[in-house]
């Protein structure tokens, strides 16, 4: 008989794709039962007063002539 000699790392690698593929089942399933619940639309109505006009900002110093060297 031979001695088994490889490494058992195709196992671990076999595990870890399937707990992907049923980690991401699962969050698709868990968003999918979320939109059938919620409502199609939404009708929101926000009644605010206008806010005050503030005054015209005041003209900027014109900017400092350079001093001949």
Sequence with gaps: MADRTGSSTLIWLAIL????VLG???IGYAVMS????SPSSI?????????PS???AP???????PTPK
């Design 59 to 65: 003209k900027l110093p014109d900017a400092p002539l």
């Design 43 to 51: 009708d929101v109505d926000i009644n605010v007063p206008r806010p």
């Design 34 to 37: 979320r939109q059938a619940e």
């Design 54 to 56: 503030l005054p015209d």
């Design 17 to 20: 794709i399937g707990a992907l």
């Design 24 to 26: 991401i089942g699962a």
